[in-house]
């Protein structure tokens, strides 16, 4: 019947099309960002990819005074990357809330536009470390 190979077509490209994602990975666990600190995560090989998925977990100190922020920085080249005051003029950072002495876990979408990028993970507390978790998944 030529109904069911229309249908069988249809279902064949929305199984193409729907949207797949690698398994989480593990980036850092109960990793210590200094004071001011910056941990930098590059990720290269992203042609075919639409978004990176950045699920960041923050345990921040009981006399801490600011949170984290996420930032995401691009490079046509893996070696020459956006500076961060550009990136944070364009808004590519997200920021995590912040409560002393509380944890607090946040995933931020962060969208391809490069086969390249740097994520930075920002302790924006200038005299208490942070311990942070991150995880990275890739969306085609």
Not at 23 to 52: C, H, M, P, R, W
Not at 54 to 81: C, E, H, N, Q
Not at 97 to 117: C, E, H, K, W, Y
């Amino acid at each position: 019947m030529p109904g069911n190979k229309f249908l069988a077509n249809i279902l064949e490209l929305k199984d193409a099309l729907k949207p797949a994602r690698t398994a989480a990975t593990q980036l850092f666990s109960a990793k210590s960002i200094s004071a001011s600190g910056t941990e930098n995560i590059d990720v290269s090989g992203l042609d075919g990819y639409s978004a990176v998925i950045m699920i960041v977990k923050a345990t921040y100190d009981a006399s801490a005074t600011a949170g984290i922020r996420v930032r995401w920085l691009y490079s046509p080249d893996g070696s020459d990357f956006d500076s961060k005051e550009d990136a944070e003029d364009a808004g590519n950072y997200e920021d995590l809330t912040f409560s002393a002495g509380a944890t607090r876990q946040r995933t931020v979408l962060i969208p391809v536009f490069s086969d390249n990028m740097r994520i930075q993970i920002a302790n924006k507390d200038s005299s208490k470390a942070v311990t942070v978790d991150a995880w990275k998944i890739l969306l085609h």
